[in-house]
């Protein structure tokens, strides 16, 4: 990989790291655990790794954002996460702040390219 490649790609994980957060609050206002977040991002086209959500979901949960709850009915004990009222706040603020943040960049990209 050349030095152009390793900018690119340092560059490309810095501007995914909000977009994670932003993919998963989405995706928990149905409880959910962790796998099945990871299948669900996948299936719509966001990829996370299990060692990228896994942290990120403990520190959602630390912070007050989510909320969880342990599933021992079957073999194996799944903790389900879900958005805390809190959560569902900040969603709905990062959202907007998402949509804004579109809207001027793609302005900004859509001027370089006229």
């Given at each position: 990989m050349n030095?152009?490649?390793e900018v690119?790609?340092?560059?490309?994980m810095?501007?995914?790291?909000?977009a994670?957060?932003l993919g998963?609050?989405s995706q928990?206002?149905?409880?959910?655990?962790?796998y099945?977040?990871?299948?669900?991002?996948?299936?719509?086209?966001f990829?996370?790794?299990p060692?990228?959500?896994?942290p990120l979901?403990r520190?959602?949960?630390?912070q007050g954002?989510?909320e969880?709850?342990?599933d021992t009915?079957?073999n194996?004990?799944?903790?389900?996460y879900?958005?805390?009222?809190k959560?569902e706040?900040?969603?709905?603020?990062?959202?907007?702040?998402w949509h804004n943040?579109?809207?001027s960049?793609?302005g900004?990209?859509?001027?370089?390219?006229?």
């Amino acid at each position: 990989m050349n030095e152009t490649d390793e900018v690119l790609n340092s560059l490309i994980m810095e501007l995914r790291r909000g977009a994670v957060i932003l993919g998963v609050l989405s995706q928990l206002s149905e409880s959910q655990y962790g796998y099945s977040l990871v299948q669900t991002l996948e299936a719509k086209g966001f990829s996370v790794e299990p060692g990228t959500l896994y942290p990120l979901l403990r520190r959602l949960e630390k912070q007050g954002l989510l909320e969880s709850s342990w599933d021992t009915s079957e073999n194996r004990p799944r903790k389900y996460y879900r958005l805390s009222a809190k959560g569902e706040t900040v969603y709905e603020k990062l959202r907007q702040e998402w949509h804004n943040l579109h809207q001027s960049i793609a302005g900004l990209i859509e001027e370089r390219e006229e």
